[in-house]
C-alpha cells in the first residue's frame, strides 16, 4: 500500500509519533493505518505524557465548530510536542491548507490526492530537513487542494488501532452536493476498490483474529462508481469470508438502501440487525431545500421494512437542525415524523454556515438560540427512544462482543443488535477481549449509557 521497503526507513528507527483523529469512522479507520505504514518503519506509538518525533493529526470540516476544535489540536499538539515534525491531513487540510499553513509549528499539509502517499510525502519533506537541520527546516512543504474532479486516488484501509473492531474502508467520496454539505469538495467524487479486493483484505482482518468488521466509507451505498459493481453484491461476498463472525454497515443513505438489502441482511449470515441511515430532516419541505434524493414517504417505508425483517434491529439516525429555510412548523413535522418511527437513536447536528455551499442562499435563517432548542428537543426524544429499546431486552440472554478495558474498570461490549453492554471489573477478565460471551441482561447503568450482564456459566 505505502512501499515502506521502497523507503530508507532508518531515520525513522525508534522514533516517536503521537496521532490525533477528529470526526468520522472513516478517518479513525485511516489514521490508523497511517500508524500501522509508520510502525512498518520503526516508528513507535508515544505513550500518554510523551514528548512525539512526529504528529499526524487528522483533520474533520464537517462544521465550523469542527474546524475551530482542528486548529485549537493543532496549536495543542505543537504546543506540546515541541521540534516535533507536524502533518495535518484530512477535510480540513483540502478545504483549509493556506489556513493551516499559517500556524506555526506545522510542517506538512497533504490534500486527499496526498494522503494516500502520506508516508512517502513524510519521507521526501523529513529527509529534507534533516538534511538542513532543524534550526534550518524548511517551515512547510505545502500541497494545495485539487479540484474537485482530480481528487482520484483511494487509500485502502482496514484497520483496528487500539479496537476490536475492524473498519473496512470501502468507498470515498460523495456525488451528491447537499446544499449544505462541503463533503463532495473535500473528498472528491465518489470511487472505491474491487470487491475481489475487499474480500482479501476481510480475510486478512479474520487472519489476525478479528470478529468483527464495520464497512466504513462517505457515501457507502454508492459503491460500484469505479467498478461497475454492486453494494448488494459487495454485501453477499463479504457474508461468505470465514472467521469474520460479524459485519456492519456504518451509514447507508435511504435513497440507496435497497429492499433487496433489507431483506438479504435479515437473513445472512454476518450482517447484524443494525443501520445507520442519515434522515437529515423529517420535513418534505427541507429535504427539497437540502436537494436530497428522498422524500419522508420514502424514508418511512425503509425503516418499517427493516423492523418488519428484522424486529430486533437498531436504526440509528442523522438528524441536521436548524438549517436555512427550517421554519417552525418545519421542525415541528420533523419531530413528529421521528417520535412516529421505530427508530433507536438520534445523531442530531446543529447546522453550520458551510462558506462556498448553495445553502447560504436560501433566505430563512434560524438563529443560534433556536438551534440549540431545536437539538435539545431531539437529543431528548433520542434518549427516551434508546431507553425504551435497551428496556426490552432486560432479563434476556445475549451474546456480546466485548472490548479491552483498563484494568480494574469496567468492560464493554456490544450485542449483536448494538446494545451497549457492561461488566462489572470484579467479572471482567482479560481473556474476554475481543471473545463473544453468551451473557444475561440484567438492567441498566449508573448513566443509562448501557445494560448491565452476567456472564452465563
Known amino acids: 500500500m505505502y512501499l515502506c521497503n521502497m523507503i ?14 477528529l470526526g468520522c469512522k472513516l478517518n479513525f479507520s485511516e489514521t490508523s493505518t497511517f500508524a500501522k505504514a509508520l510502525q512498518e518503519m520503526g516508528v513507535v506509538t508515544a505513550e500518554k505524557g510523551e514528548k512525539a518525533d512526529i504528529c499526524l493529526i487528522n483533520t474533520c470540516s464537517v462544521t465550523d465548530v469542527a474546524d475551530q476544535k482542528c486548529r485549537h489540536v493543532i496549536h495543542h499538539m ?3 510536542n515541541p521540534g516535533a515534525f507536524v502533518v495535518v491531513t484530512g477535510c480540513y487540510a483540502q478545504l483549509k491548507p493556506e489556513t493551516i499553513s499559517k500556524i506555526d509549528g506545522v510542517d506538512l499539509v497533504l490534500g486527499s490526492n496526498e494522503k494516500a502517499n502520506l508516508v512517502q510525502y513524510l519521507n521526501d ?6 538534511q538542513k537541520g532543524t534550526e534550518e527546516k524548511d517551515h512547510l512543504h505545502e500541497f494545495h487542494r485539487v479540484k474537485t474532479k482530480d481528487i482520484k486516488t483511494f487509500q485502502p484501509s482496514c484497520s483496528r488501532g487500539n479496537r476490536t473492531r475492524y473498519f473496512l474502508k470501502v468507498q470515498d467520496g460523495c456525488n451528491y452536493f447537499c446544499t449544505y454539505c462541503t463533503i463532495p469538495y473535500a473528498r472528491g467524487f465518489s470511487r472505491n476498490p474491487s470487491i475481489a479486493s475487499l474480500v482479501e483484505q476481510a480475510e486478512q482482518a479474520a487472519s489476525e483474529g478479528g470478529k468483527e468488521i464495520v464497512l466504513t466509507g462517505v457515501n457507502i451505498g454508492d459503491f460500484g462508481e469505479t467498478t461497475h459493481e454492486k453494494f448488494i453484491d459487495l454485501v453477499k461476498a463479504l457474508d461468505q469470508v470465514k472467521g ?8 447507508l443513505e435511504p435513497d440507496l438502501c435497497s429492499d433487496e438489502l433489507i431483506e438479504y441482511c435479515a437473513q445472512s449470515r454476518a450482517f447484524m440487525p443494525h443501520f445507520h441511515i442519515p434522515l437529515q430532516s423529517g420535513s418534505d419541505e427541507v429535504l427539497k431545500l437540502m436537494h436530497r434524493r428522498y422524500d419522508t414517504a420514502l424514508f418511512a417505508h425503509k425503516i418499517n421494512l427493516i423492523k418488519e425483517k428484522m424486529p430486533d434491529a437498531f436504526i440509528g439516525v442523522d438528524v441536521m437542525v436548524g438549517c436555512r429555510g ?6 415541528e413535522n420533523c419531530y413528529d415524523f421521528l417520535n412516529s418511527l421505530p427508530v433507536t437513536q438520534l445523531h442530531v447536528f446543529p447546522y453550520s454556515e458551510r462558506p462556498g455551499t448553495s445553502a447560504l442562499s436560501i433566505p430563512y435563517v434560524v438563529t443560534d438560540q433556536e438551534r440549540k432548542k431545536r437539538s435539545h428537543r431531539l437529543l431528548e426524544l433520542s434518549e427516551h427512544k434508546t431507553q425504551d429499546f435497551y428496556a426490552q431486552y432486560i432479563g434476556q440472554e445475549a451474546e456480546v462482543l466485548f472490548e479491552k478495558a483498563s484494568k480494574g ?3 464493554h461490549g456490544f450485542t449483536k443488535n448494538y446494545i451497549r453492554v457492561e461488566l462489572s471489573p470484579k467479572e471482567a477478565r482479560e481473556e474476554y ?3 463473544i460471551i453468551r451473557v444475561k441482561l440484567v438492567g441498566f447503568n449508573h448513566d443509562k449509557s ?8
Not at 519533506?125 to 534533516?130: F, G, H, Q, R
Not at 427550517?326 to 421542525?331: A, I, T, V
Open 409 to 411: 474498570k469496567a468492560m
Open 8 to 21: 530508507d526507513t532508518s531515520a525513522f528507527q525508534g522514533k516517536k509519533a503521537a496521532y490525533y483523529t
Open 78 to 80: 505543537v504546543r506540546e
Open 326 to 331: 427550517e421554519k417552525p412548523e418545519y421542525f
Open 125 to 130: 519533506a523529513w529527509t529534507s530537513s534533516l
Open 450 to 457: 448501557a445494560l448491565k450482564c452476567e456472564i452465563i456459566r
Open 433 to 435: 477481549d475481543n471473545e
Open 244 to 251: 469474520i463472525e460479524r459485519f456492519r454497515i456504518s451509514s
